[in-house]
């Protein structure tokens, strides 16, 4: 009887989990670089410090007219402001899904062990019906 071997993907998600820890901690400068910026900016914090500098120059915007006025909101504010906001918004949804990948990731690692599991277990089964029915010829043979 040949021995149990192991489903494919069992080699391939570990190999996956292991490029998914090295992905979290970027290794290159530039990389690391950019995740820190970034996660400065895509804050609530950095908005609210975005909106008050922007704030600063709303007083010379009024004064200079409307076409002033609506430049400063487009180019200052929803630019400045909103850049932060969305940023937010991203890493929140961006979270809920990492959870729920997570949770699908460990449901089908579960299935694999279980159908892994099984795989054993038919083999063994079969290894002690071919047992009985040797012994079961083997005592109408007498």
């Known amino acids: 009887m ?3 071997v192991a489903h494919p993907h069992i080699e ?7 490029k998914r820890k090295e992905r979290k901690n970027p290794t290159n400068f530039n990389s690391w670089l950019a995740v820190k ?8 914090w950095c908005a609210y ?5 922007a704030l600063i120059s709303f007083p010379q915007a009024i004064h200079s007219g409307t076409s002033a006025l609506i430049a400063w909101i487009a180019q200052t504010f929803l630019q400045l402001v909103l850049l932060s906001i969305i940023m937010v918004g991203q890493k929140v949804a961006a ?5 729920q990948l997570e949770q699908t990731y ?3 690692e579960a ?4 159908s892994d599991t099984m795989h054993k277990l038919l083999k063994q089964n079969t290894a002690l019906t071919e047992e009985i029915n040797l012994l079961i010829c083997h005592s109408d043979k007498k």
Do not use: C, N
């Open 2 to 4: 040949p021995d149990h």
């Open 12 to 18: 391939k998600r570990k190999r996956f989990v292991e």
């Open 37 to 44: 910026i970034t996660s400065v900016v895509g804050t609530m």
């Open 49 to 53: 410090a975005f909106a008050l500098l």
């Open 95 to 99: 979270e809920a899904s990492d959870q």
């Open 106 to 108: 460990l449901d089908a």
């Open 111 to 114: 299935l694999l062990q279980i």
